[in-house]
C-alpha cells in the first residue's frame, strides 16, 4: 500500500511540476521579450492561454499605453494559485502529520524561488551539453535557452574571468543556483518540494 501512496504522490507532484514550468516559461518569455511569433512563444501561449486569458482583463492596460509590458501579472498569479493548490492539496492528500496550515504560504514561496532556479539550472546544462556535443546548434529552442542563460554567464563572468581560454562560469553558475535551492529545500520544516 505504502508504494501506491508514493507513486501517486509522483504523479501528483510531476502533473503541478509540468504546469508551473509551464507557467514560468511563459513569464520568462515575455520578460525577456522573446517574440510571440517565436514558435517556443506560440508552443508556451497555446499551452496556456485557457488558464491565463480568462484573468488578463484584471490587468488590462489603459488604451494610452500601447506598449507591452514586460511583466505577464496574470501568468505570475495563476502561478501562485497553482503553487497554493498544490501544498494544499498535498496537505490534505499525503501528510499524516498534523501540518500547520499556516505552513502552506511557506512552501509557496520557497517553490517560487526554486522553480526559476532549476528552470535556470537545467537550461544551463542542456547549453553546456549542446555546446560540446554541436557547438554551431541552431534551433529554435537554442534561441531562447541563450536568451535565458546568457544573463546568468554574464555575471559569472564578473564573477570569475575566463582563465587561459577556459570559461568556468557555467560551472560557477550551476553551482550557486544549486546551492539556492539546497539551502531553500533544506530550511523548510517538512520536505515537500
Given amino acids: 500500500m505504502r508504494g501506491l501512496i508514493v507513486i501517486s504522490y509522483f504523479l501528483f507532484t510531476l502533473v503541478f511540476s509540468l504546469l508551473t514550468f509551464i ?112 557547438p554551431r546548434w541552431h534551433h529554435p529552442v537554442a534561441d531562447v535557452i541563450r536568451a535565458l542563460t546568457d544573463p546568468l554567464l554574464h555575471l559569472g563572468h564578473r564573477i570569475i574571468p575566463n582563465i587561459s581560454g577556459f570559461d568556468f562560469s557555467p560551472y560557477l553558475m550551476l553551482v550557486l543556483l544549486k546551492i539556492i535551492t539546497i539551502y531553500i529545500d533544506a530550511s523548510l520544516p517538512l520536505h515537500l518540494i
Fill in 23 to 134: 507557467l514560468w516559461a511563459r513569464i520568462a518569455l515575455r520578460y525577456l521579450r522573446i517574440s510571440p511569433l517565436h514558435p517556443v512563444s506560440q508552443a508556451i501561449n497555446n499551452l496556456t492561454n485557457p488558464v491565463v486569458l480568462p484573468f488578463e482583463h484584471f490587468f488590462a492596460h489603459t488604451k494610452k499605453k500601447r506598449r507591452v509590458n514586460r511583466y505577464d501579472w496574470a501568468c505570475f498569479c495563476i502561478l501562485i494559485l497553482v503553487e497554493l493548490l498544490k501544498f494544499t492539496s498535498i496537505a490534505a492528500l499525503f501528510i499524516n502529520q498534523n501540518l500547520s496550515w499556516g505552513f502552506i504560504p511557506l512552501y509557496t514561496l520557497a517553490d517560487l524561488i526554486v522553480e526559476p532556479c532549476n528552470l535556470l539550472f537545467y537550461a544551463l546544462i542542456i547549453r553546456m551539453v549542446m555546446s560540446f556535443v554541436n
